[in-house]
């Protein structure tokens, strides 16, 4: 494949790239740059983390790009989830890998990572401290959104470390590319200016797109990055997202209540289910309806049916309709696996149970 093919695959689902010349020197300079994405283990994965990370994932692999998942224990740890219990937090980190196993994510390439396995070494804890004294504290509570939280929620002094971990993490894992969500940007901008303050590099970030929650989007006067992360699909509310071994009757109840208004594009969460995950899979699609509803519909792209969509010549149940049947078409391997994989129907009951 051709650096100049490469750099558009990678582009195809890109929402930001810093910066694109930057990605196509490295292209040009490495036959296989790393990349790497972090997840903090925190309960069950939900699509945006399963079924649409493999796909980017997948792309950049095929692109050239050797690719790490890290299973972030230590930051979930540090950012109290499930309680600050490591042992329940590193168990869920054994799930997200099979998970990602299980969601056809190109393993060949792929190297799966513990935090657990970075912090055991002193060099990793002087960058985290090279980090911190090259940071004021007002920049780092300014990179509290990586954790979820807001500039305004009191922090604890563990959840100051974070930011300054995440970025050690790039170096530790000797990343060339950040390929994380919108809501990491502000801790990978940090990256690249102390990088080389440090003897290290400046990392090209890489954006994808933040999968919205299946309700109904809330006003919140935030434009861009920090409006799409407002809306962003989140486990602390359960009927907002759909879980990687939600049942096939989950997933229809699910995307049959989810706000999809008639004619409406924007801001509407079935949409964005068939543009970042269902086209990216099947490439086309076909809609069964009744005869007297217009029959059934074949659409080549995502553009043909948003327009049918927006002008409304395709009715939002007949889209909840198809949306549901393709992502449980996603999901049944992965069900599959945990039904009969006896390492894996452990995992789930015990990350169920917490």
């Known amino acids: 494949m051709k650096n100049s093919e490469k750099l558009s695959l990678i582009k195809s689902f890109a929402e930001e790239i810093v910066t694109e010349e930057e990605l196509a020197q490295l292209l040009e300079e490495k036959k296989h740059p790393v990349a ?45 989830k499930l309680g600050g219990d490591l042992d329940k937090i590193r168990t869920v980190g054994d799930y997200f ?42 920049r780092i509570v300014r990179c509290s959104q990586i954790m979820g939280r807001s500039e305004s929620e009191a922090l604890s002094a563990a959840q100051i470390f974070y930011p300054c971990m995440q970025c050690a993490d790039i170096f530790h894992l000797n990343a060339d590319i950040t390929q994380l969500g919108m809501d990491q940007r502000k801790v990978n901008i940090l990256a690249r200016e102390v990088g080389p303050k440090l003897g290290f590099w400046k990392p090209v970030i890489v954006s994808h797109h933040m999968l919205m929650g299946l309700g109904e989007p809330k006003e919140t006067g935030l434009t861009g990055a920090d409006r799409a992360i407002a809306m962003k699909m989140s486990k602390s509310s359960p009927d907002s997202a759909i879980f990687m071994t939600d ?27 068939m543009k970042y995950m269902v086209f990216e899979k099947f490439k086309a699609v076909e809609i069964k309806r009744p005869e007297k509803f217009g029959g059934d519909a074949a659409f080549e792209s995502y553009s043909e049916l948003e327009k049918a969509f927006t002008d409304r010549k395709l009715h939002p149940m007949d889209l909840k309709n198809a949306a549901s049947g393709y992502v449980n078409e996603m999901l049944e391997p992965v069900r599959k696996h945990f039904e009969k994989n006896a390492k894996a129907r452990k995992l789930l009951e015990q990350v169920s149970s917490m």
């Open 247 to 273: 049942s096939a009757e989950e997933v229809e109840r699910k995307i049959k209540k989810a706000y999809c208004p008639e004619g409406q594009s924007s801001d509407n969460p079935v949409l964005e289910y």
């Open 97 to 138: 890998i099979e998970v990602w196993k299980a969601a056809g994510m190109d393993t060949e390439n792929v190297k799966f990572a513990r935090s657990t396995d970075l912090v055991a070494k002193q060099e990793y804890w002087q960058t985290v401290l090279k980090i911190a004294r090259e940071s004021t504290v007002n």
């Open 36 to 80: 790497y994405d972090g997840f903090e283990p925190s309960g069950k994965m939900h699509l945006a983390q399963g079924i649409m990370r493999a796909i980017n994932t997948n792309k950049m692999t095929k692109a050239g790009v050797k690719f790490t998942m890290l299973a972030a224990d230590w930051h979930a740890w540090a950012n109290n």
